[in-house]
C-alpha cells in the first residue's frame, strides 16, 4: 500500500515570504497543506456538526436546496457514487445567498435588534405565566423543548453564516496571495464567485475498499477543504509517479487544491489536481469544500503577463458557465475537458 503523502505545507501568516513556495505547490503538485489560516478551530468544529445535524435532515427538506446553477444544491446518493450525499451553497459571498440557504434547510440565524430582544423576552416570559396557569409540567416541558429545537436552528444559522464569510475572506486572501505572488493584482479573483459543499460518505462495511467519490478534477480555479479529521479516505494523483497517494486529514489545517480553471487561467502552469475519495473504514465521513469557482460572466483566460513567445496562449478563452457545460455535456470530468480547449483545436 501507498504511505500517506506530504504535500508542500503553506504557512498563511508568512507571505511574501511563502510566494515562491506557494507558486511552486501549484505548479507542481496541484495541491498544499495550509497552516496558520484564520478559521478559529472552534468554528471549525462547530460547522462541522452543523454539516453532520443538516445532512441527517428528512428527505424532503433536503431537498429544499435547489440548484441556482446546475449542480450546486442537494445531491442525492446515485448509481454511481451511492455512499455519498451533499448539499450546496451558491455564492457564498452574498449575505442573501447564505440566508435563503439557512431558510431552505429551516435554520434561519436569529437577526434582531436589541429592542426586538428584549420585546421577544417579555413576551416569552409573559406567555410562560399563561402557560403556567393552564398547561401541565409535562406540556410545559415539551413546549421547552419545542423553543430549544428553534434555538439550535438558529445557532445553526448563525454558525453557517459565520462559516461562510470566514472561508470566502480566507479564499480570497489565498489567491489575493497567489496572484501578487506571480506579480499580478492581489484583487485579480475578488469578484469571482464562490460555492459552499458540505458532503456526507455513509461508508458501510461491504463498501470498504471501493470509492466514495470517483476520480475527478474540481471543475473551478481552486478549493478549500476542510477534512474530516477522523475518517481519510481522500486519495490525489502524484505528478510525478502519476499515481494515487492518500493523504492524512491534519485537525485544525485545510487541504488546498487546483482545479481546471487554473490551469487554463495560468496558461498552462498550474497543475488541476485528479483526486478521489475511497472507502477505507466503516464510518461515516463529512468533509466542506468550498470552491473558487470562475468569473462571473467574463471568459477566462490567461493575464498578458503570463504569455509570451516562450510561452504561447495555450487555451482559448472560455467562460467558467460554458466550461461547465463541457464538462457536463462530454462526461469528462478529471480534466480531460482542458484538452478541447487547447488552441490548436480551434
Ligand atoms: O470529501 C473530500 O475529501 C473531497 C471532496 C471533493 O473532492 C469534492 O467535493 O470535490
Ligand atoms: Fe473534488
Not at 455564492?91 to 442573501?96: P, R
Not at 471568459?299 to 509570451?308: F, K, R
Request: aromatic share 8%; hydrophobic share 40%.
Amino acid at each position: 500500500m501507498k504511505m500517506a503523502c506530504e504535500v508542500p505545507v503553506i504557512d498563511m501568516q508568512d507571505f511574501p515570504s511563502q510566494s515562491e513556495k506557494l507558486v511552486g505547490a501549484c505548479e507542481d503538485w496541484g495541491c498544499f497543506r495550509l497552516i496558520n489560516h484564520t478559521i478559529p478551530a472552534t468554528l471549525m468544529s462547530e460547522m462541522k456538526s452543523v454539516v453532520r445535524s443538516l445532512l441527517d435532515l428528512p428527505l424532503e427538506i433536503k431537498q429544499r436546496n435547489r440548484d441556482a446553477i446546475a449542480g450546486s444544491g442537494y445531491v442525492a446518493p446515485s448509481a454511481i457514487n451511492p455512499l455519498y450525499e451533499a448539499l450546496g451553497l451558491y455564492d457564498v459571498g452574498s449575505v442573501e445567498a447564505v440566508h435563503a440557504f439557512c431558510t431552505q434547510l429551516d435554520a434561519s440565524p436569529l437577526q434582531r435588534s436589541k429592542s426586538e430582544n428584549d420585546r421577544h423576552t417579555a413576551e416569552a416570559r409573559n406567555e410562560l405565566v399563561n402557560f403556567r396557569l393552564i398547561f401541565s409540567v409535562e406540556e410545559l416541558f415539551s413546549c421547552s423543548i419545542f423553543s430549544f429545537a428553534n434555538n439550535l436552528k438558529a445557532s445553526n444559522g448563525e454558525t453557517i453564516v459565520r462559516y461562510s464569510q470566514a472561508v470566502h475572506e480566507l479564499a480570497l486572501d489565498i489567491c489575493g496571495n497567489l496572484a501578487a505572488s506571480m506579480g499580478l493584482k492581489s484583487d485579480l479573483f475578488d469578484e469571482w464567485p464562490c460555492q459552499l459543499r458540505i458532503n456526507k460518505y455513509n461508508f458501510t462495511p461491504e463498501m470498504v475498499g471501493s470509492p466514495g467519490v470517483q476520480i475527478h478534477t474540481d471543475g473551478g480555479f481552486l478549493t478549500i477543504l476542510q477534512e474530516d479529521e477522523n475518517v481519510g479516505g481522500l486519495e490525489v494523483m502524484d505528478k510525478k509517479s502519476s499515481e494515487f497517494i492518500p493523504i492524512n486529514p491534519l485537525p485544525g489545517t485545510l487541504l488546498v487544491n487546483l482545479g481546471d480553471i487554473a490551469t487554463a487561467w495560468s496558461n498552462g502552469r498550474f497543475y488541476s489536481l485528479q483526486h478521489r475519495v475511497q472507502c477505507k473504514e466503516a464510518k461515516i465521513r463529512v468533509s466542506i469544500a468550498l470552491f473558487v469557482l470562475g468569473p462571473k460572466e467574463a471568459a477566462v483566460e490567461a493575464p498578458a503577463e503570463l504569455v509570451d513567445s516562450e510561452h504561447p496562449r495555450l487555451y482559448v478563452p472560455i467562460t467558467f458557465e460554458d466550461y461547465r457545460k463541457l464538462r457536463l455535456s462530454t462526461g469528462l470530468r478529471a480534466g480531460e475537458a482542458l484538452a478541447l480547449l487547447h488552441a490548436t483545436n480551434s
